[in-house]
């Protein structure tokens, strides 16, 4: 017997995301991968997955899906909306068991990103190792692209297993509108102390132009000390490299894997899933840290995560 | 040997900062010292033009644990130049309709299009670098004489199997894709499938070499590699 989820509304950029396809920078493969790891982990946990497992990603509008499996165990986590089961709101961050036939729904997301992981995850192979959907180069995911209406997603598991709900406590939403922390660099070297200064202590409002390819910002230009290029090398996720005009681009997970602008400075592992987070319109500033300090709050980030996960109750 | 800070999750290690096969080659040659030592905490590796790039998990391995590392390695490797891993002959057709920018690169260089093809052709290339998109390879080894800047604006479709340059590499597209470089003409032979073990038919280090094919023979190479009766390892040796 075949699980499935049906597609009634395909949302804006609905794709299949996991922790990444990681390895394959060598030959020019993205890692791709949540754009909020924190998020993905925390929705997967609720079903009972594995923390990287696969799950949807719906970028600003959520997308509308009927069961098509005896039942399934689902949860949601990220950036929150109006989220319905059958036109009747239900909670983010903890799971629910939808009946074949009913219908859950995410509205307009409050945010950049959601993520909705379900019990048993995808009957989908894995590409390279992972079940990320890099569009760019339809690679992986669903068909290696977003989600269109009228598709039907397999599903592992034809029903939830036996078992309470779990909830998770709501993640402090203290950190709006503190800066994102950067390490500077890799090319430093190449900007004016001025332009330093200025990334440091004027606000870039994100743009429109802003995806799973990178974030261009929009502010105060960046002048180059010299030459306004490189010779190409290796780019990762955070990296805000600034082309000609001055006006920085900060890359996120299907960026290519190397570029020939300068970096002028790189945000920090544990703020990405901030940066995922980051919707056109606002405003970001950054501040200047040691890498010792950057590990020192990741390695903070993975142990609050793992104190969060250690708090699921039943619900 | 310059050790660049990407944030806490990428260390690059830069050995020049031009187009320089031989930083290229001390990348690669730290890129399998270091795949040798299987340290834990790294999560990818990229050998490319002038450096090589190690992304790692902070949490599990610091910056300064994999400083330590990558100048221990660096001071044990031996200036001999590895021999490439493996050397490819692509099939390169020169014709209408692949070669966009034949005439007009001939013309800038002051060469005739034979002159500029007869080069192209006498080149042995090295894969500096594997990257930008999925299989596709900065090719070191250009004459200096076919020397050209990039197009301005790029191209917003440069066919898929382009064979193309700029300044002092050459490249293939494996995939269509937006591009700046000076369309020469296109290989029939597929550099990345995901049916392969390898998805990727090349890998920094290997060495290419062009083959001149007319239009009849690129069409029904292409055909074949299409089909999946050839496959370019067998092909393409």
């Given at each position: 017997m075949s699980a499935a989820l049906d597609v009634l509304e395909p949302g804006l950029f609905t794709t299949i995301q996991d922790r990444g396809r990681l390895g394959f920078m060598d030959i020019g493969v993205a890692p791709?991968?949540?754009?909020?790891?924190?998020?993905?982990?925390?929705?997967?946990?609720?079903?009972?997955?594995?923390?990287?497992?696969?799950?949807?990603?719906?970028?600003?509008?959520?997308?509308?899906?009927?069961?098509?499996?005896?039942?399934?165990?689902?949860?949601?986590?990220?950036?929150?909306?109006?989220?319905?089961?059958?036109?009747?709101?239900?909670?983010?961050?903890?799971?629910?068991?939808?009946?074949?036939?009913?219908?859950?729904?995410?509205?307009?997301?409050?945010?950049?990103?959601?993520?909705?992981?379900?019990?048993?995850?995808?009957?989908?192979?894995?590409?390279?190792?992972?079940?990320?959907?890099?569009?760019?180069?339809?690679?992986?995911?669903?068909?290696?692209?977003?989600?269109?209406?009228?598709?039907?997603?397999?599903?592992?598991?034809?029903?939830?297993?036996?078992?309470?709900?779990?909830?998770?406590?709501?993640?402090?939403?203290?950190?709006?509108?503190?800066?994102?922390?950067?390490?500077?660099?890799?090319?430093?070297?190449?900007?004016?102390?001025?332009?330093?200064?200025?990334?440091?202590?004027?606000?870039?409002?994100?743009?429109?132009?802003?995806?799973?390819?990178?974030?261009?910002?929009?502010?105060?230009?960046?002048?180059h000390a010299g030459a306004k290029e490189i010779v190409s090398d290796a780019n990762t996720t955070g990296c805000m490299q600034v082309p000609g005009n001055g006006q920085p681009i900060a890359l996120m997970a299907d960026r290519h894997s190397c570029g020939g602008y300068p970096k002028i400075a790189t945000i920090i592992t544990a703020d990405l899933h901030r940066l995922g987070q980051a919707l056109p319109g606002t405003t970001l500033r950054f501040e200047a840290v040691a890498v010792e300090q950057a590990e020192a709050a990741a390695f903070l980030l993975a142990e609050a995560e793992a104190a969060t996960f250690g708090r699921l109750r039943e619900v | 040997m310059r050790l660049r800070l990407a944030g806490d999750g990428m260390l690059v290690a830069e050995f020049s900062t031009g187009i320089d096969p031989a930083a290229s080659a001390r990348a690669r040659a730290l890129d399998a010292a270091l795949k040798a030592r299987a340290l834990s905490g790294v999560v990818a590796t990229m050998p490319g033009i002038r450096s090589l790039a190690i992304i790692h998990d902070p949490v599990h391995l610091t910056t300064r644990a994999l400083t330590a590392v990558l100048e221990e390695l660096e001071s044990g490797l031996t200036a001999a130049e590895a021999a490439p891993a493996h050397r490819w002959v692509l099939p390169a057709c020169y014709e209408a309709p692949h070669a966009l920018d034949l005439e007009e690169s001939a013309t800038r260089l002051g060469l005739s299009t034979d002159e500029l093809i007869a080069r192209h052709l006498a080149g042995r290339y090295t894969a500096l670098m594997v990257g930008s998109y999925p299989g596709h390879p900065y090719l070191g080894g250009l004459d200096p004489s076919l020397y050209l800047p990039r197009r301005v604006p790029p191209r917003v479709r440069v066919p898929r199997g382009s064979i193309a340059m700029a300044e002092l590499m050459t490249n293939v597209y494996p995939v269509e894709a937006p591009g700046g470089w000076n369309v020469l003409g296109c290989t029939a032979a597929p550099l990345f499938d995901l049916r392969w073990d390898n998805p990727s038919l090349l890998s920094a280090g290997d060495e290419v070499v062009f083959r001149r094919v007319g239009l009849a023979e690129h069409d029904s190479l292409l055909e074949a590699f299409t089909a999946g009766t050839l496959h370019p390892r067998e092909a393409c040796r």
């Open positions: 791709s991968g949540a754009l909020d790891g924190l998020s993905l982990r925390s929705a997967n946990v609720l079903v009972g997955n594995d923390p990287g497992d696969a799950a949807f990603e719906m970028c600003r509008l959520g997308a509308k899906f009927r069961v098509a499996a005896e039942s399934i165990r689902f949860a949601f986590a990220g950036a929150e909306g109006r989220l319905t089961l059958d036109g009747e709101p239900i909670e983010f961050w903890r799971s629910h068991v939808a009946r074949r036939g009913q219908v859950i729904h995410l509205a307009a997301i409050r945010g950049n990103v959601a993520y909705m992981a379900i019990q048993g995850g995808f009957a989908i192979e894995p590409v390279l190792g992972s079940l990320s959907t890099y569009t760019r180069s339809a690679i992986g995911g669903f068909h290696g692209r977003r989600l269109h209406a009228g598709d039907a997603v397999p599903l592992n598991q034809v029903e939830a297993r036996t078992g309470r709900n779990l909830a998770l406590p709501h993640p402090v939403p203290a950190e709006r509108g503190r800066p994102l922390r950067v390490v500077l660099g890799p090319h430093q070297e190449m900007f004016t102390d001025a332009a330093i200064r200025t990334l440091l202590t004027t606000p870039y409002t994100v743009t429109r132009d802003a995806d799973r390819i990178g974030v261009r910002l929009e502010g105060a230009p960046l002048e | -």
